[in-house]
Nanobody, 122 residues
C-alpha cells in the first residue's frame, strides 16, 4: 500500500510562486512514475505534469509549460511541483499520483493523494 500526502498549497497573488510537495510512503516510489493533476470547481480533473522514475524525463500540459517544473527526490520519497508566474486560472485542488507511466492519462495512476488547494488571486 502506498500513501501520498501533498502540501504547499495556499493563497498567492497572480504572478507569484508556490512549491507543492508530495511525500510517498512505501518502497515502490523510486521505481514508479509520478504525476500532478488538478481540478477546479465545476471542471473535470486535468493533467498538469508527470515525471518518470529517474526524474530525467518530464512532461507538461501545454498551459503550464515554461511556468511549472516537476522534479523528484527518490531518497526522500518526494515529488515537487514548482509553480511560477501563477495565474487565476491555475486555481484548483492539486493532486499527486503514483503510476506506471509518466503520461497524462489518470487511469495509469494507482494511488492518489488527498489534494492541496491552490488559490491565485487577480
Amino acid at each position: 500500500q502506498v500513501h501520498l500526502v501533498e502540501s504547499g498549497g495556499g493563497l498567492v497573488q497572480a504572478g507569484g510562486s508556490l512549491r507543492l510537495s508530495c511525500v510517498a510512503s512505501g518502497r515502490t516510489f523510486s521505481s514508479r512514475a509520478m504525476g500532478w493533476f488538478r481540478q477546479a470547481p465545476g471542471k473535470e480533473r486535468e493533467f498538469v505534469a508527470a515525471v518518470d522514475w529517474t526524474g530525467v524525463s518530464a512532461y507538461y500540459e501545454d498551459s503550464v509549460k515554461g511556468r511549472f517544473t516537476i522534479s523528484r527526490d527518490n531518497a526522500k520519497n518526494t515529488v515537487y511541483l514548482q509553480m511560477n508566474s501563477l495565474k487565476p486560472e491555475d486555481t484548483a485542488v492539486y493532486y499527486c499520483a503514483l503510476g506506471s507511466r509518466p503520461i497524462n492519462l489518470a487511469d495509469v495512476y494507482d494511488y492518489w493523494g488527498q489534494g492541496t488547494q491552490v488559490t491565485v488571486s487577480s
